[in-house]
């Protein structure tokens, strides 16, 4: 239930509860890729004329790719969010607009915001992934692979010396 009649909050605060499904128009164009549905959990209640208050939690999870070896990840959401609904926005910039002839509230938009928010920017498989050779593409984490490594001239000498003993010994 996203749309809660405003005049039956004059009653007390109003339990929110709604999975939205991965594939609601409302989560179209979205730029990840919903695993499952949004579950949507929280309380809607008044908080002075024509200002309203939401403490929920969105939970769902979504499927992302490791932004250094392109793995796909499958990444947990759980967000805890506090919002501020108001007919007069100019209050506060952070908050959602109600309109004052509107009769009710509807959360979905905020859902959607707020969804966007707690999605990470940056995924990783795990914190010591060691991604893609960045001249071969081979999978590091495979091992390594047979591209040299770039000369750092403070080795440099060692490295010849290196060479000309192993060319000794052939
Ligand atoms: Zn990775
Ligand atoms: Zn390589």
């Known amino acids: 239930m996203l749309r809660v009649e405003l005049r039956a909050l004059h009653d007390g605060p109003i339990e929110t509860t709604a999975d939205v499904p991965a594939d609601a128009p409302l989560l179209a164009d979205v730029d990840f890729v919903l695993a499952e549905a949004v579950h949507v959990g929280g309380r809607l209640m008044e908080s002075g004329a024509g200002r309203y208050y939401w403490h929920g939690r969105l939970t769902s999870a979504l499927t992302a790719k490791c932004r250094r070896c392109l793995a796909e990840v499958s990444v947990k959401l759980d967000a805890e969010v506090r919002t501020l609904f108001t007919e007069d926005p100019a209050e506060d910039e952070t908050a959602y607009a109600v309109a004052p002839e509107a009769g009710e509230l509807d959360l979905s938009d905020m859902v959607r ?58």
């Open 113 to 170: 915001e707020e969804l966007i928010l707690a999605v990470p920017e940056y995924v990783l498989c795990r914190e010591e992934c060691q991604g893609l050779c960045a001249q071969c593409g081979k999978d590091l984490n495979d091992g390594p692979c047979s591209c040299r490594p770039a000369p750092d001239p403070r080795w440099g000498a060692l490295e010849e010396l290196k060479q000309r003993l192993s060319h000794d010994e052939e």
